[in-house]
Nanobody, 127 residues
């Protein structure tokens, strides 16, 4: 059973930066469709897909709301997924979750769950 453990959340002022980490307990099952990614959930808002990489670590998606500010990366040697968040805005406040699956359904349907989810880490952007 793959376990995902997020860290790095916290409180920051607008314009600040944070780097989230997601430790992956073991190598994902074989197959080209697997992805690793970040979602976020703000109070009273639908879950939003933020960014994802493919099994090889190539970024394949960024939400329009974070393009140019967030960077997703995968360190395969450390089995760790990162999300570097720069120029943070109050609208970025949410719980950020790391997830992995071989299906893109969670990116299409906000009610769909991924096979593997982390416990989430809170990011608060406020002055």
């Amino acid at each position: 059973q793959v376990r995902l453990v997020e860290s790095g959340g916290g409180s920051v002022q607008p314009g600040g930066s944070l780097r989230l980490s997601c430790a992956v307990s073991e190598t994902l099952p074989p197959g080209p469709r697997w992805w690793l990614g970040w979602f976020r959930q703000a109070p009273n808002k639908e879950r939003e897909g933020v960014a994802r990489v493919d099994a090889g670590g190539t970024p394949t998606y960024y939400a329009d709301s974070v393009k140019g500010r967030f960077t997703i990366s995968l360190d395969s040697a450390k089995n760790t997924l990162y999300l570097q968040m720069n120029n943070l805005k109050p609208d970025d406040t949410a719980i950020y979750y790391c997830a992995a699956d071989a299906s893109l359904s969670p990116w299409i349907y906000s009610s769909a769950t991924a096979r593997y989810w982390g416990q989430g880490t809170q990011v608060t952007v406020s002055s």
